[in-house]
């Protein structure tokens, strides 16, 4: 069983800064990519950002490229995401995920959140205007 806990949500106001960490434990975090999602009221799930099981290829949604950065630690089974340049429309609620194949390193799968088979409950962000 696969447990990911999403933390570092909260307000800010826009143009600020936020880092969110997803802890992952049950799986060798080091051979899967992981990805952050994320959903607002009414709207369907959204890619965010990933990146692959080594830490060597990041991928981005186009709305936050050059403002978000991911990263991992494999050695602590962590992922971050560093959000910087805030914008009311980034106001969701974030998950992370870990993706279903082991050593996957394609753009187009480590985009699809039908691709990743375990999910941590999420943590809201709000930006206010």
């Known amino acids: 069983q696969v447990t990911l806990v999403e933390s570092g949500g909260g307000l800010v106001q826009a143009g600020g800064s936020l880092r969110l960490s997803c802890a992952a434990s049950?799986?060798?975090?080091?051979?899967?990519?992981m990805g952050w999602f994320r959903q607002a009221p009414g709207k369907e799930r959204e890619f965010v950002a990933a990146?692959?099981?080594?830490?060597?290829?990041?991928y981005y949604g186009d709305s936050v490229k050059g403002r978000f950065t991911i990263s991992r630690d494999n050695a602590k089974n962590t992922v971050s995401l560093q959000m910087n340049s805030l914008k009311p429309e980034d106001t969701a609620v974030y998950y992370c995920?870990?993706?279903?194949?082991?050593?996957?390193?394609?753009?187009?799968?480590?985009?699809?959140?039908?691709?990743?088979?375990?999910w941590g409950r999420g943590t809201q962000v709000t930006v206010s205007s």
């Open positions: 990146i692959n099981w080594s830490g060597g290829s990041t």
């Open positions: 995920a870990v993706h279903a194949r082991a050593r996957y390193n394609y753009a187009m799968g480590l985009k699809n959140r039908n691709e990743y088979n375990y």
């Open positions: 049950g799986r060798t975090f080091s051979d899967y990519a």
